[in-house]
């Protein structure tokens, strides 16, 4: 782990699903472990087989742990399929694949909610004991799920993404229990942080990873009224989704599929963007400052490197003082 000389201070990064986790991995391999607080996009979580099931908290648990399986980017590595097999046998619902060594976070998450303990300090009790220093949180302790619009009707998220292999057109989203749900204490802690560095968006879908934590009543806000740059990673390379469904969401959405049109999505809480060198030539049509490098991991040194690419730019990036009207929304 390197500690970067030039600056320290606290980072906050947001992620959900297999790109996001890639870069959360490379800013806790250069940051030191008490400046990285990552929140995990909880929206994908739902009750299957009578566990309660977090994937995204899941994906980023095993990748910091160094225990994830680097082919699928979920679940574990060094598994094994007995459990799925013997349901299969007797009928259950195979669908969705929980592996041996997987299913016990699923067994331990799931009794010990059930006792009432919260989800935050389940996840950060896991973390510990599988040696993760760095600060993971959930988006907040109250249940969030998403739930995907298509024109036959409205979908679960995992029924979406993985019963149905994100084929269904899909017309829109809703985040069900987002407004009563309360963002975790230490997510907004985080941002008010006066040694607070930079926000980074992990290159996640915006609109499946990301916008379920912007949905949580208070982030938004939180976020607009932070003074140090907001940096987004895009998720779109040349036209196209690294990996997932997010450049055919975005077709059916009506959205361009460019780097470009991702920053304009998030025009309202971004500073800088980084794009992928071969988006460098539309600089133009961004709306913030943008930086262009190789943003593909594939390695541990891409995401490393890609980390420390993503500090520079924040740390280059000067942020005007935003100024926050009586009514609370920026200017
Ligand atoms: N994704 C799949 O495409 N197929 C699966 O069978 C599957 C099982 C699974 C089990 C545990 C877990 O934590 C994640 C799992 N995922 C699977 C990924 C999951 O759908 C996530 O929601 C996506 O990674 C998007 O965040």
Known sequence: MTIDPARSGTVVALSGGVGGTKLA???SRVLPPGLLTIVANTGDDFEHLGFFISPDLDTLTYALAGVDNLQTGWGRRDETWSFMTALGEIGGETWFKLG???LAMHVERTRRLKSGEPLSAITADIARRLGIEVTLLPMTDNPVRTKVATPDGVLDFQDYFVRRQSIPVVTGFAFDGAA???PVPGFLAALKNPQLRAVVICPSNPFISIDPILAVPG??????????PVVAVSPIIAGRAVKGPTAKMMRELGLAVSAPAVAEYYRDIITGFMVHEE????TAAFCVPVQATNILMRSLEDRERLARAVLEFADCLTVKPRRINVGGSVQ
């Open 100 to 102: 041996d060594r997987d």
């Open 279 to 282: 988006d460098a030539d539309a």
């Open 219 to 228: 982030v938004r806000a939180a976020l607009a009224a932070v003074d140090v």
């Open 25 to 27: 991995l490379g800013l």
């Open 180 to 182: 009563a749900a309360v």
